[in-house]
């Protein structure tokens, strides 16, 4: 648990630059998924502290150029949409940082929400693998228990074969939206949660239970552990975890 959002984001970001660097060292690429809504911004300012030492831009170029990045879910809206994941993240850090263009993998939005899940599934196998294995998964987490676009109760709950989906009907706007399925999730070496803010503190001890039926819940990889970044107002009624 971290006292404060500022020392939130300075335990993330080197979280975040010691398992890039780990993943590079061991395989040659960090293969990340990222979600939107505030966790950019919370993850923003440590991760590029934890980088602000090195002033070698070769090195820096090296390294970013070797992380592939997707989106744990996107809304079906153009790139320069203020709703888009996409554009949030790279205002907040993406930009800031030398990963080429063609490593940071957004949606098609000329295409509809069942085909541009379809595409972007295709885009992430051909990038990592059939089972589309990331390094780590980096997800917030919603007041009602969701995270990516995967909604408490919702049938995506219980997908098997697809490894991105589409949904159209999601309780939250925009309805279209593409997303990472459990499968995902599941295959992944790190889940990191990043969550703040006294809006979810009622809901996460119900996510951190036992056999917890909420999406973030059942969100855990390869290990099935998963690592939490909290802070002080979101820990409010958890004091059974700390």
Same mark, same amino acid.
């Given at each position: 648990?971290?006292?404060?959002?500022? *020392?939130?984001?300075?335990?993330?970001?080197?979280?975040?630059? =010691?398992?890039?660097?780990?993943?590079?060292?061991?395989?040659?690429?960090? +293969?990340?998924?990222?979600?939107?809504? #505030?966790?950019?911004?919370?993850?923003?300012?440590?991760?590029?502290? #934890?980088?602000?030492?090195?002033?070698?831009?070769? &090195?820096?170029?090296?390294?970013?150029?070797?992380?592939?990045?997707?989106?744990?879910? =996107?809304?079906?809206?153009?790139?320069?949409?203020? =709703? #888009? +994941?996409?554009?949030?993240?790279?205002?907040?850090?993406?930009?800031? &940082? $030398?990963?080429?263009?063609? +490593?940071?993998?957004?949606?098609? $939005?000329?295409?509809?929400?069942?085909?541009?899940?379809?595409?972007?599934?295709?885009?992430?196998?051909?990038?990592?693998? *059939?089972? *589309?294995?990331?390094?780590?998964?980096?997800?917030?987490?919603?007041?009602?228990?969701?995270?990516?676009?995967?909604?408490?109760?919702?049938?995506?709950?219980?997908?098997?074969?697809?490894?991105?989906?589409?949904?159209?009907?999601?309780?939250? @706007? @925009?309805?279209?939206?593409?997303?990472?399925?459990?499968?995902?999730?599941?295959?992944?070496?790190? &889940?990191?949660?990043?969550?703040?803010?006294? #809006?979810?503190?009622?809901?996460?001890?119900?996510?951190?239970?036992?056999?917890?039926?909420?999406?973030?819940?059942?969100?855990?990889?390869?290990?099935?552990?998963?690592?939490?970044? &909290?802070?002080?107002?979101?820990?409010?009624?958890?004091?059974?975890?700390?």
């Amino acid at each position: 648990m971290s006292a404060s959002k500022a *020392a939130l984001s300075s335990a993330v970001g080197k979280h975040v630059a =010691e398992a890039a660097h780990a993943a590079i060292k061991t395989k040659g690429s960090f +293969n990340v998924a990222i979600s939107g809504g #505030s966790l950019p911004k919370l993850l923003a300012s440590g991760l590029l502290s #934890s980088y602000a030492a090195d002033t070698d831009t070769k &090195v820096l170029q090296d390294h970013f150029g070797k992380w592939r990045v997707f989106f744990a879910d =996107e809304r079906c809206v153009s790139l320069d949409s203020d =709703e #888009s +994941n996409s554009k949030g993240a790279k205002a907040a850090f993406l930009s800031k &940082v $030398p990963i080429p263009a063609a +490593n940071i993998h957004d949606i098609d $939005p000329s295409l509809d929400p069942r085909a541009m899940a379809s595409a972007y599934q295709l885009s992430m196998t051909k990038t990592l693998g *059939a089972q *589309a294995s990331l390094d780590m998964i980096l997800l917030g987490m919603g007041p009602d228990g969701h995270t990516c676009s995967l909604f408490p109760g919702h049938p995506l709950l219980l997908e098997t074969k697809r490894l991105v989906a589409h949904i159209e009907d999601s309780p939250k @706007p @925009p309805k279209q939206r593409i997303t990472l399925t459990f499968p995902v999730l599941q295959a992944a070496e790190q &889940v990191t949660f990043v969550t703040a803010g006294a #809006s979810k503190a009622a809901i996460l001890p119900k996510v951190l239970a036992k056999d917890s039926k909420l999406p973030a819940g059942q969100a855990h990889a390869k290990d099935k552990t998963v690592t939490w970044f &909290v802070d002080a107002d979101a820990a409010l009624q958890c004091s059974a975890y700390l």
